[in-house]
């Protein structure tokens, strides 16, 4: 290992030394070059070649956690605490994650490991407290946890996410015609897929689960001339659409609750329902009791796209991933495959009729998202302490990266509330692209 500091490791003293080597062994075999820089500033090479990134270590026991646990998550609490910080590219950071989830050591190499492990110095660095998720939202999903789930990640500050998302406040996946497209150009792409997709038509009425900050229920209002109601858990975010909707004058054409799907009247009914980032929060326990909820408001022969991220494999297991997911972003949050969630649907009354596939779109706007909220890093911090903007920045980041592998998928499934064997739509797609 070549150290760019100009003393050598047996002058750093016992404790350097072993942290030299410690992390030597421990990114043996990473592919990408790195450097890290220790607690007394010294920067140390780990390949010859320039480092993508610099892996700063501020604690020598966070090193020593490392070598007994080699959780991943480890790392990501010691970022979030500022217990270790990356100078370069954040993305080959992250690939750390699969670097230590294959990692094989031999005997001795554990042997080694511990005993330099025991050889560093008990300093410890000043840390600032992270966010977590009360253990009480996973899983449970009654009324009272998932609006504090949905508080807990949404009502952060309506003007912290204004940061980083488009012009409209889409916090969803982005619609990408060409990869070099701007994000609030992505982003109105999507809006109007969604709405060709529903074939609005003006006069309809249109409920959209899970509004988010009001884009898409603005936007099929104003394009298309539906009468648009969204619902949504967070305060803040009903605060910001009712305000908005006094601000345009669109009383009577908008309107916003601050509602859970399962307290919209018995006998509302719409034409048509959009529900985009939403199922994620429900958990797959309730997905049953929320598609029966959204068949019951959709009209025979009315339209439902289900616009939402889906996992790679069957169920919400307990891995790194998961975990990280729940305990500092989403509680409560839960994946399935997409097979599982078009048989819910279909087990709920609907007919299929579409499946989209939207994963590099979802890798592009998180990147963008990311991007966004480095360069506005200042201002986020005015809004946010620095453990909420890290985990923001890291959660996005790594996300992509997940989109990008194919670990995590997004689809937009339209279906219809079946209408004695009625077709709904037209014969083909060809009019969700000429105008």
Request: with cysteine; net charge neutral.
């Amino acid at each position: 290992m070549n150290g760019t500091s100009a003393l050598s490791p047996a002058e750093f003293g016992g404790g350097l030394s072993s942290a030299i080597r410690i992390v030597g062994r421990l990114l043996r075999g990473f592919d990408i070059p790195a450097a890290v820089r220790l607690w007394d500033d010294s920067v140390h090479a780990l390949d010859a070649r320039a480092p993508a990134f610099t892996l700063v270590l501020r604690d020598p026991m966070l090193l020593r956690r490392l070598v007994i646990e080699r959780s991943p998550l480890l790392l990501a609490d010691a970022y979030f605490r500022s217990a270790i910080d990356v100078e370069g590219d954040l993305y080959s950071a992250l690939r750390l994650k699969d670097h230590f989830a294959s990692m094989v050591l031999s005997w001795r190499d554990r042997l080694a490991l511990l005993r330099d492990a025991l050889r560093l110095p008990t300093l410890g660095a000043k840390v600032q407290a992270v966010p977590l998720a009360a253990e009480a939202f996973f899983r449970r999903h009654s009324r009272d946890s998932d609006r504090a789930a949905i508080s807990f990640h949404y009502d952060v500050s309506n003007e912290f996410y204004g940061l980083w998302l488009d012009e409209r406040r889409v916090y969803s996946c982005a619609y990408f015609e060409h990869a070099d497209d701007s994000l609030d150009v992505a982003q109105r792409n999507k809006l109007e897929h969604v709405c060709r997709k529903l074939r609005l038509q003006p006069g309809e009425r249109l409920l959209d689960i899970g509004c988010g900050w009001g884009a898409m229920i603005f936007w099929a209002a104003r394009h298309h001339g539906v009468q648009a109601h969204g619902i949504t858990l967070s305060q803040r975010q009903f605060d910001f659409v009712r305000e908005r909707i006094e601000a345009e004058g669109l009383q009577g054409r908008v309107s916003v609750a601050l509602c859970d799907f399962r307290d919209l009247p018995a006998d509302a009914s719409y034409d048509k329902v959009s529900s985009i980032g939403m199922f994620e929060h429900v958990g797959l326990a309730n997905l049953p009791a929320y598609l029966q909820a959204v068949h019951r408001l959709l009209r025979p022969g009315g339209l439902f796209l289900n616009h939402g991220i889906t996992h790679d494999e069957e169920g919400w297991n307990k891995t790194v991933a998961s975990e990280f997911i729940n305990r500092y972003v989403f509680p409560g949050g839960e994946l399935d495959c997409v097979s599982n969630i078009q048989l819910g649907m279909e087990r709920a009354g609907f007919e299929i009729h579409d499946v989209e596939a939207l994963r590099p779109h979802y890798a592009l706007t998180l990147r963008h998202w990311v991007q966004r909220l480095e360069a506005r890093r200042d201002d986020a911090l005015r809004e946010v302490d620095e453990p909420t903007y890290r985990v923001w920045r890291l959660y996005m980041a790594a996300s992509a990266l997940e989109f990008e592998a194919g670990g995590t998928g997004i689809y937009q499934i339209l279906a219809s509330r079946r209408d004695a064997g009625r077709w709904p739509v037209p014969l083909t797609r060809r009019d969700l692209y000429v105008p």
